[in-house]
């Protein structure tokens, strides 16, 4: 069972950009879906972002045209790219990886955006 460290948060204004990193202490190239989840306070932990295997991907509706998941299985990262950040973007930014009925969720990355 990997182990799952986010870093890259921190504080930017509106309309800057940034990129979250999800580093697995072991291999995930086996892993069918890695994803990044967000939780803003007061609201619910929502979906962020989704990556298969072969890199198929899919977003969620208030991200979509301005963050990009990528994972690198040779590296055993995924990344968040985030641009044209909003406000509302401020969240607690988990990393989950998803095997059948196996979950493993990072312990977040706080992003931010702010003047």
């Known amino acids: 069972q990997v182990q799952l460290v986010e870093s890259g948060g921190g504080l930017v204004q509106p309309g800057g950009s940034l990129r979250l990193s999800c580093a697995a202490s072991?291999?995930?190239?086996?892993?069918?879906?890695m994803g990044w989840y967000r939780q803003a306070p007061g609201k619910e932990r929502e979906l962020v972002a989704l990556?298969?295997?072969?890199?198929?991907?899919a977003y969620g509706d208030s991200v979509k045209g301005r963050f990009t998941i990528s994972r690198d299985n040779a590296k055993n990262t995924v990344l968040l790219q985030m641009s044209s950040l909003k406000p509302e973007d401020t969240a607690v930014y988990y990393c989950?990886?998803?095997?059948?009925?196996?979950?493993?969720w990072g312990q977040g990355t706080l992003v931010t955006v702010s003047s």
């Open positions: 990556i298969g295997k072969t890199g198929n991907t």
């Open positions: 989950r990886s998803s095997s059948g009925s196996l979950e493993v």
């Open positions: 072991g291999t995930i190239f086996n892993i069918p879906i």
